[in-house]
């Protein structure tokens, strides 16, 4: 059984940093494209920073520069390190696996969320 656990959310104010962290279990995790979403209260989920394999690493166009995603095979681990946040960054973040060459589609393994608030 795949298991999915977020853990890093936290509040903090804007122009601070936060680290987000990933485990997921019960799968070949080195074969697997690894991502981090994010939801928005009273918003869709949107894409924000996924790696394909091999450490390709792609971003949506508001986080590029300031977050940056990392995986750590040997640990079946993911990170997103984000800095600079602003209150638009404020949403509940998920981290997702799935065999796809899509950073938004095609992931099949969602975990529960971390949320992150950002205050001004």
């Known amino acids: 059984r795949v298991q999915v656990v977020e853990s890093g959310g936290d509040s903090v104010t804007a122009g601070g940093s936060l680290r987000l962290s990933c485990t997921i279990s019960?799968?070949?995790?080195?074969?697997?494209?690894v991502g981090w979403f994010r939801q928005a209260p009273g918003q869709g989920r949107e894409w924000v920073a996924c790696?394909?394999?091999?450490?390709?690493?792609s971003y949506t166009a508001s986080v590029e520069g300031r977050f940056t995603i990392s995986r750590d095979n040997a640990k079946k681990a993911l990170y997103l390190q984000m800095s600079s946040l602003t209150t638009e960054d404020t949403a509940t973040y998920y981290c997702?696996?799935?065999?796809?060459?899509?950073?938004?589609?095609?992931?099949?393994?969602w975990g529960q969320g971390t949320q992150v608030i950002v205050s001004s």
């Open positions: 997702a696996a799935g065999k796809t060459f899509s950073c938004a589609t095609g992931f099949d393994y």
């Open positions: 790696d394909r394999r091999l450490s390709y690493a």
């Open positions: 019960g799968l070949t995790f080195a074969d697997y494209a």
